[in-house]
């Protein structure tokens, strides 16, 4: 019998949640029906999602960022089609295979001169795992620097620089030698690399969870200190990277040229897991420094064909579309469509990030509302993020993120080739959604989406 996907598809069709309830994670599921988020969804296609019933949804969240150029971009798929059309020699493994130098020659030439080498790897946790080994051999070091709400990664070197304790609980003993300090702040950095025993400060440009941002001051001063001190900048653009921010890389804000970046997500086109370590060649040969060293570093997918295919056409398309400009024009349109809502609702205090990365941040009301949003806080904190997400998705069909446990900021991730017509339309049920927040009618609905979902979850 031979595989058909159309087929197996429509024949198990609507099996989703039974199959993740019984096989994979049940509370990824729970949560899902808990918030009337259990969508069957069937096609993508540019900033949009659509279900089996024919509805279509505005993805905000774009798979945290995978999704930069949309869904089925096009010339991704040609090109993905034309590699497996080739039937190229695959990981051969003993090989020095085109496709990996020709991906890591475009990275490079898009990086300050300072980034050299490029080591490629399956995803943004593993280009931090690499990067942390990297710092280590390449200074004779052990401790790694980090900051709080910092969000690097779950395997477990990764998670080691995780600054939040609700995926760290029950998983240590975790990484030694790693230290945090707060976000923004220089003196405390200065504090913990003064002994000189730190082999890398490892940040991110903008934090995502929580989209929180340091000025350019505090980035010279980073920059500063890791040079005074030998330990190494290591920027993790995982998310911020490849014009997410208005710029190829978000650290270009700042005027700071790192000793490694990762990258990962956007890479991939949306196709095939990708991601990359990039580095001084200095720091590359500290770890293969002779031919029996070649190997000590690798990983078995990591200069997958199709993976180095999906790169250098999402790159391609980057350039022959202007991507990274329009993501800046784009995201200067967001702010000024959104500033009269500042002004308008009590409830949203500020709009922060850079380019298309966007921190909606909320905040009880005064007045008569006050009492009952405290109330909201107290049943669990950030509730009241929920509170708009949950509306969103409901009346508007628009898919966004609390940006972090706990803590009232909505994020928002839209596709790099965005239109004013998707800006306006998320503007518009944006305001809807917090006219009746401040009435309190939004309490009884997202209610309501509970108590209809406990409902469904009922055996017959």
């Keep these: 019998m031979s595989f058909d996907l159309a087929t197996l ?58 999704f930069a150029l949309g869904r089925s971009h096009p010339v991704i798929k040609a090109a993905l089609h034309q590699a497996l059309d080739a039937d190229l020699p695959n990981l051969v493994q003993i090989d020095c295979a085109l496709l990996p130098g020709l991906l890591a020659e475009a990275l490079v030439e898009r990086t300050h001169p300072g980034l050299e080498r490029v080591v490629f ?26 900051c709080d709400h910092a969000f690097h990664g779950l395997t477990t070197g990764a998670l080691a620089l995780n600054g939040g304790q609700e995926f760290r609980a029950g998983f240590g003993p975790l990484l030694p030698g790693a230290m945090a300090v707060p976000f923004g ?14 082999a890398a400060f490892v940040v991110e440009p903008i934090q995502g969870k929580g989209v929180y941002l340091a000025d350019e001051a505090y980035w010279q001063g980073v920059q500063e200190v890791c040079r005074a001190t030998g330990t190494l900048f290591v920027a993790d653009e995982v998310q911020t990277g490849l014009g997410r921010t208005g710029r190829f890389l978000a650290h270009e804000h700042y005027g700071v040229q790192p000793d490694i970046v990762t990258i990962s ?62 993501a800046s024009r784009m995201g200067e349109l967001f ?87 998707e800006i306006q339309a998320f503007v518009d ?11 309190g009618g939004l309490l009884l609905e997202v209610g309501r989406t509970v108590a209809r979902s406990a409902l469904r979850r009922r055996p017959a």
């Design 9 to 66: 598809l429509e024949e198990r069709r609507g099996e989703n949640l039974a199959l993740h309830l019984r096989l994979m994670n049940p509370q990824l599921a729970r949560v899902l029906t808990t918030l009337g988020f259990d969508r069957d969804y069937v096609r993508g296609e540019g900033c949009y999602l659509y279900d089996r019933q024919g509805q279509r949804y505005l993805d905000f969240l774009a798979g945290f960022g995978v």
């Design 265 to 326: 997500k956007a890479l991939s086109g949306g196709y095939v897991p990708v991601g990359a370590m990039l580095c001084s060649d200095k720091v590359l040969r500290s770890v293969h420094r002779s031919m029996d060293q070649a190997l000590v570093h690798s990983s078995t997918f990591s200069r997958n064909q199709l993976a180095m295919v999906a790169g250098l056409a999402t790159l391609s398309v980057f350039d022959d579309e202007g991507i990274v400009e329009h």
């Design 335 to 421: 702010e000024k469509a959104l500033a009269p809502l500042v002004d308008r609702h009590e409830t949203l205090l500020e709009v922060r990030g850079k380019g298309l990365m966007i921190g909606l941040v909320f905040g009880p009301p005064t007045g008569k509302a006050a009492r009952r949003f405290r109330a909201i806080e107290a049943l669990r904190p950030g509730l009241l993020s929920q509170l708009v997400v949950v509306p969103l998705f409901h009346r508007h069909r628009i898919l966004t993120q609390v940006a972090a446990d706990n803590v009232n900021v909505v994020k928002l991730l839209p596709p790099l080739i965005l239109g004013e017509e």
């Design 121 to 146: 790897c399956n995803s943004g946790a593993e280009a931090v795992e690499a990067a942390v080994k990297f710092a280590r051999r390449a200074t004779g070091r052990p401790g790694i620097v980090y």
């Design 429 to 439: 049920a944006l305001d809807d959604v917090l006219t009746d927040a401040e009435d």
């Design 185 to 198: 702040d220089l003196e405390a950095l200065e504090r913990a690399l003064a002994p000189k025993d730190v």
